[in-house]
């Protein structure tokens, strides 16, 4: 049964993150973000089926509730019109292939480098928060506090797109 959900599961969530960046249905960008939290709340049923309860409650509460609240709030405020899009589109289209392009490169020097046995947690502490916040604090205190500081430029950018006229 859990082979089942976790294959049922994996195709939902392959299949929403595909359609919030390809979407065939609509062109409005309110409709991807919903494709997101779609794909937000099936990874969460990932993490479930990992018996990491707590890492799902959080992917459901503070992804799907506050980062997409953040994001339709940004959408509805940018209120981009046709043409804009279209002078957007070309620059749009080659920085995401630099960047899915840095992203795969990261992601196979991780794999060249890893040690897997090394970066395990010992299995009794299996989704428990303690464990987690033990090592969340410990070992990934850098990239922890990376992603507190992109969170942050986001905001200040955010504050500056919604001025109406920059001086």
Do not use: D
């Not at 292939?97 to 991780?110: E, Q, T």
């Amino acid at each position: 049964m859990e082979t089942l959900l976790f294959y049922a599961f994996a195709a939902l969530t392959v299949l929403c993150a595909l359609l919030v960046v390809a979407n065939p249905f609509s062109r409005n960008p309110v409709t991807s973000a919903m494709f997101l939290v779609l794909t937000i709340v099936s990874m969460a049923g990932l993490f479930v089926l990992l018996h990491a309860f707590f890492l799902a409650a959080v992917q459901i509460l503070v992804y799907a509730g506050a980062v997409m609240v953040l994001f339709l709030f940004v959408i509805m405020l940018l209120n981009l019109k046709e043409e804009e899009l279209r002078k957007i589109k070309r620059f749009s289209l080659v920085a995401g292939v630099v960047c899915v392009g840095a992203i795969l490169a990261l992601f196979l020097r991780s794999l060249i480098q890893a040690r897997l046995s090394a970066n395990l947690p010992a299995s009794g502490a299996e989704g428990s928060t303690a464990a987690l916040g033990k090592l969340l604090f410990t070992n990934y205190l850098l990239p922890f506090e990376i992603v507190s500081v992109l969170l942050l430029v986001a905001m200040v950018g955010v504050i500056l797109l919604s001025k109406k006229e920059l001086k």
